[in-house]
């Protein structure tokens, strides 16, 4: 078991540049440069990282901008975007232990909350002491959240020196290693939500391109909680 301030701080940082921060380094120099493009300025962009920091209401509020949609839309469909981190909140706190009791601190804790930062320390946690895994937390989030906005800021300016379709392609790097990362995850349920998200999200765009994720989200999650359920039923029988 991991313990010691020290030593803790320091496993968060190597589990954060192992590849998560390279991951949401690139990832954002895509939003950068989509930002600039939509005529946001650096600073803008930098603090969408900072407060929305979660790519899928990043790019709504980026997309709905540029379309001249009102503010209340906006933050509306970036609200909605985000709302996933409800559950993984839930979720996480009481593997965290001991965390802060106040709630200024505990709002501050659910706001450095990615989907990164929830899937790695849930597979970390079981080899930190309990009273030093908000510490890792906080020093793994804060690690990645100053990688994205670094990003951010490199792909705004250098905007003019990436291809359209490079920029694409680096947005989906983030959402590519969350799906490895939770492959590995042991449990049916987690795995056939996966496939069953994969497997809806093309008819779900189709027919509702605004709300595709949530919907994919809704219909994936709970598609996979109920055959896991059903599957680990039949092996008790």
Not at 133 to 139: A, C, D, P
Not at 213 to 222: N, Q, R
Request: with cysteine.
């Amino acid at each position: 078991m991991v313990s010691g301030n020290a030593e803790v701080m320091r496993k968060a940082m190597l589990d954060a540049l192992s590849l998560p921060a390279f991951i949401l380094l690139f990832t954002m120099m895509g939003f950068g440069s989509l930002a600039r493009g939509a005529g946001f300025g650096a600073d803008m962009a930098a603090v969408a990282s900072l407060l929305i920091w979660g790519l899928p209401g990043q790019l709504a509020m980026v997309e709905l901008t540029s379309t001249g949609q009102g503010f209340i839309a906006i933050v509306f469909a970036c609200s909605l975007a985000n709302a996933r981190f409800l559950p993984m909140v839930v979720s996480f706190v009481p593997a965290m232990s001991r965390g802060r009791s106040n709630l200024p601190g505990m709002l501050l804790d659910a706001q450095l909350l990615s989907i990164n930062s929830w899937a790695v320390c849930l597979r970390e946690f079981p080899q930190i002491e309990p009273a030093f895994r908000h510490r890792y937390y906080v020093t793994f989030a804060a690690s990645i959240l100053t990688a994205a906005v670094t990003g951010t800021l490199l792909g705004y300016h250098g905007a003019v020196l990436l291809p359209a379709v490079l920029v694409l392609g680096l947005i989906f790097v983030s959402p590519l290693f969350f799906a490895l990362v939770l492959s590995a995850v042991p449990g049916r349920a987690e795995r056939f939500s996966m496939i069953l998200g994969c497997a809806t999200i093309s008819i779900a765009h189709y027919l509702f391109p605004s709300v595709d994720l949530l919907i994919t989200g809704v219909v994936g999650g709970s598609l996979g909680f109920a055959a896991g359920r059903y599957w680990k039923g039949g092996d008790a029988n």
